[in-house]
């Protein structure tokens, strides 16, 4: 895996010339293309500039090591949350601490959320129970799968055995009652159900809190599905065939019908963009984490635009 994730502060390549650098960006990721070091940042906030001093930061790729696709430098930081300090020292490979990456930005965002909770959509297979997992600790939310609330409200009756014994129609009658009662519930990560987004009474719950939509293409979803198989996915299930085309085309037609729904999410995590800022060509090297701290950008920003259009309202 040629990607690296690195927590790195300097601004881009103006610190290979021994200038001190200013603190405008937080490098997230980076990857040597031949000689060069391409770098995916995202902005630092107040406080991060304010606790960050750099004191030397100087970028030297070696060739043996570009050849080796590692990188070599030497990156001296200051900085006073002891967790965020990576040191990068000639020779060696630093293990970048997403974690703290994710802490950080979790904290920032809560602060604006009040309380909200945040409903991941997205199509079958999409990560919504995965990253909010990890988003749901990230934020000291709690996390709650939909498909799983519905299936203790029949009495541990599986997913697959309602569409079996009672048909998709009652199945989404009781996904809306879950969407209901889970929308008076605050600081909660909510993975809803893949086809949640198809009823329109479902979004006036949702827009309790604020609704985040797992953009994955359609090959990634295939992929995952087959691997874990559909028993669990009654929509995808089916007697005989290869797990992965069955399941690819029967999500195409059913992204057919939803993609539009899916625009209605307040914020979108689009794993196509994220692997090209990344630089990535396989988009499986995208952690959870990286997912979910996209995910806390993207809600920051709409939270921006929300409080933007508030206070234009009222003046
Ligand atoms: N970022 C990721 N990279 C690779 N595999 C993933 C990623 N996110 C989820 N998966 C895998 O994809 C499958 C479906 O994920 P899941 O979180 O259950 O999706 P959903 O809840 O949207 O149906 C699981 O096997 C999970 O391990
Ligand atoms: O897309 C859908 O219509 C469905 C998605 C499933 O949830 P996941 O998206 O968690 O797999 C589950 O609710 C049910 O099998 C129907």
């Known amino acids: 895996m040629t990607f690296l994730l690195q927590r790195m502060i ?23 293309i031949g000689r060069k070091l391409n770098v995916a940042v995202v902005p630092l906030n107040q406080r991060d500039r304010k606790e960050c001093i750099t004191k030397k930061c100087d970028f030297r790729p070696k060739s043996a090591c570009a050849m080796q696709r ?7 930081l200051s900085c006073n949350h002891s967790q965020a300090i990576t040191v990068v020292e000639s020779g060696n490979v630093s293990s970048f601490d997403e974690d703290c990456l994710l802490k950080n930005k979790a904290e920032e965002v809560a602060s604006f959320l009040n309380g909200r909770s945040i409903f991941l959509l997205g199509m079958m297979g999409s ?40 048909g998709e129609s009652f199945f989404r009658d009781h996904e809306s009652e879950a969407l209901w009662k889970l929308s008076s519930v605050p600081r909660q990560v909510v993975a809803t159900g893949g086809g949640v987004v198809v009823r329109h009474i479902n979004w006036k719950f949702m827009r309790q809190g604020i609704s985040v939509f797992l953009d994955v293409p359609l090959d990634a979803l295939a992929r995952r599905i087959a691997i874990v198989g559909t028993d669990s996915r009654p929509l995808l299930h089916f007697d005989s065939g290869d797990a992965y085309t069955k399941t690819f085309v029967e999500l195409f037609t059913l992204k ?7 625009e209605d999410a307040d914020a979108t995590v689009s794993l196509l963009n994220l692997a090209a800022n990344l630089h990535l060509d396989d988009m499986s090297d995208i952690t959870p984490t990286a997912i979910a701290i996209e995910a806390l950008v993207q809600i920051g920003e709409f939270l921006r635009e929300e409080n933007d259009s508030a206070r234009r309202v009222h003046s």
Do not use: C, N, W
């Open 10 to 32: 300097f601004e881009g390549m103006g610190a290979t010339s021994g200038v001190a650098p200013r603190f405008s960006t937080l490098i997230i990721g980076s990857k040597m």
């Open 256 to 262: 057919k019908k939803r993609s539009m729904a899916y």
């Open 70 to 76: 590692r990188l070599d430098f030497q990156l001296s």
């Open 127 to 166: 990560g919504k129970t995965t990253v909010g997992q990890v988003l749901s600790t990230a934020l000291g939310y709690s996390f709650i799968d939909s498909d799983a609330y519905v299936e203790q409200a029949m009495g541990g009756t599986s997913v697959a055995q309602i569409f079996k014994h009672h």
